[in-house]
């Protein structure tokens, strides 16, 4: 700041090696009012004078910058690690996430109950099938886990990942994060109507092919786009219900069937394996771990509330899948290949009778919408992010007037489920698949890549582990995610490449938009106004950082 009318420098306080290669990047006033003082208008108070150790434990900066690292397209603000100011935010705290509500949300983001685990028995036989669900679970839940709850306490603003990657490699990233993770979630979440009709076509045949499907699911992604207009207490309260009549069931089969356990039908084989519809079948009904994290800045008292939540659920999803698929499989002479979707309804007949079978046909309903609602929950949200963070137009941000949702990011991604769920299931599994692997990838490298930029910030939840430690537990992850790309058939690779590129021509066509002034951005604002920012840096307030 050479313009400025007087002089001050840092090294009355830092020894001289230090006052060489640090500079402070604490502008607490604007430029333009820094320039219209009189020197003798300026006096330190003590308050005020940082020593050497408070300036090192506030340093950001590293020395070597990502070879990646695009931040400079943003303003000054937007080049620290902090949490976006929102646009808008909710009215009143009844709308927070509680610890309760938020397990059963981050239960159904991830599992929702067995249903569509069926085809699992079928692709491999019952050993792996019992196998994979109860290692899987802490092989790859665990260490995204882990991962999800450390960087959703340390930066808990709505978009989650997203804000985390744009943090660590700058918006080019955190727009192709949001492409890969908004699009996973989407087309995952178009495979449940279709599941929901498959249960009903069980009950009332009509609903099985032709218009009386189309009909069943277009109906179902209306209603739930509404009930998901009615907030998140609303969904995560009515998730905690849902979880209670969509599990319960099983629990009466895991204990009708332990009389007729028996250990030679676990070893019955199928003719040819699918492996790759067996780990697409695993790695579909046990991945999105991270997709609360879109919704941190809806939690209340994250830093504590998330580490938690994620801890139980793992529990309660691992336990869900593995006890009822071996029970199942080992309490009826049944063939691999009768095990397809829908099957455990059967089981439950063949156990219990057709009350039970009822009840795990309705719980299918129920489980279908319990899984829709979350993770539209987590894609609607994170469009509200993008746009805090100025990847989207701030329309996306918008919130209805009475229940503070982001109703234009909930009406675009029901549409796009809409227009998918009419698709190939296997097809909706295995793209989804590919975009979500991308995008976890690459928030494994923003991890490990936020732990070395910004070693001193704050985080309140730390995965115990150092560099190594921290490599070795991503590793396993990450070479699985490898596989899951390696597995995906031509047509499915080449459907996610295209989409991949529309999100890169996306993002470029956002930043003409917001250079030119077609569309309102929030970054725009912030430019004239960036003293008014709420800036979080290290974990810390910086009310009282008022070095000039």
């Keep these: 700041m050479t313009n400025l009318p007087f002089k001050f420098s840092l090294s009355n306080f830092l020894s001289p090696s230090q006052s060489q290669s640090k500079t402070s990047h604490h502008n607490t006033a604007p430029y333009s009012l820094l320039t219209k003082m009189q020197p003798q208008e300026i006096q330190l108070q003590p308050n005020q004078i940082q020593t050497p150790s408070q300036i090192d434990q506030r340093e950001l900066q590293t020395d070597q910058p990502s070879p990646m690292d695009s931040s400079n397209l943003l303003p000054q603000s937007r080049k620290s690690c902090t949490i976006p100011k929102p646009i808008t935010t909710a009215k009143s705290s009844s709308n927070k996430l509680k610890l309760i509500p938020l397990i059963f949300l981050i239960y159904f983001e991830v599992a929702g109950g067995p249903y569509g685990a069926e085809q699992s028995v079928q692709a491999a036989g019952p050993l792996y099938a019992i196998i994979g669900f109860f290692i899987f679970p802490f092989l790859w839940g665990v260490p995204e886990s882990l991962v999800t709850a450390e960087l959703a306490t340390a930066l808990p603003g709505n978009g989650g990942f997203v804000v985390w990657a744009d943090r660590a490699f700058g918006p080019f990233f955190g727009s192709l994060m949001g492409t890969w993770k908004y699009l996973s979630v989407v087309i995952n979440i ?260 936020l732990r070395r930029k910004y070693p001193d910030l704050k985080r309140p939840y730390r995965v115990p582990l150092g560099t190594t430690g921290l490599c070795i537990m991503c590793l396993f992850p990450s070479v699985l995610l490898c596989y899951v790309i390696a597995l995906a058939s031509r047509r499915v690779f080449v459907l996610s490449a295209v989409l991949t590129t529309m999100g890169i021509v996306m993002h470029f066509l956002m930043r003409y938009c917001r250079s030119s002034g077609l569309l309102k951005f929030t970054d725009s604002e912030r430019e004239v106004e960036e003293e008014r920012e709420e800036r979080i840096v290290l974990g810390h307030e910086e009310e009282n950082s008022g070095v000039v």
């Design 190 to 449: 178009a495979a449940y109507p279709p599941m929901c009709a498959d249960y009903i076509s069980r009950a009332y045949s009509p609903a099985g092919s032709g218009t009386g499907r189309s009909v069943a699911i277009s109906m179902a992604v209306v209603i739930l786009c509404l009930l998901n207009y009615t907030g998140l207490s609303v969904v995560g309260w009515g998730a905690v219900v849902l979880a209670v009549v969509t599990l319960a069931p099983f629990v009466l089969i895991t204990a009708l069937a332990m009389k007729r356990l028996e250990t030679r039908r676990w070893m019955v084989k199928t003719e040819k394996k699918d492996w790759r519809l067996f780990l697409n079948i695993l790695f579909w009904n046990l991945n999105y771990w991270d997709s609360a994290s879109t919704m941190a800045g809806e939690v209340e008292k994250p830093e504590k509330t998330f580490p938690k939540g994620l801890a139980i659920a793992v529990v309660i999803c691992s336990v869900s899948y593995f006890l009822p698929v071996m029970a199942g499989t080992g309490a009826i002479d049944s063939p691999p290949e009768a095990w397809v979707n829908g099957y455990f309804a059967d089981v439950a007949g063949m156990l219990g009778g057709n009350w039970l079978k009822y009840w795990i046909q309705a719980g299918a309903v129920l489980s279908s919408i319990g899984l829709y609602e979350a993770q539209l929950s987590s894609a609607a949200f994170q469009l509200l992010g993008m746009a805090d963070l100025g990847l989207l137009p701030r329309i996306f941000a918008v919130r209805a007037p009475k229940f503070d949702t982001p109703w234009v990011s909930i009406l675009l991604s029901c549409l796009i489920t809409l227009t998918i769920s009419f698709l190939p299931f296997e097809d909706i599994v295995s793209t989804a698949n590919i975009l979500y692997s991308l995008g976890m990838l690459l928030e494994f490298a923003t991890f490990l890549w």
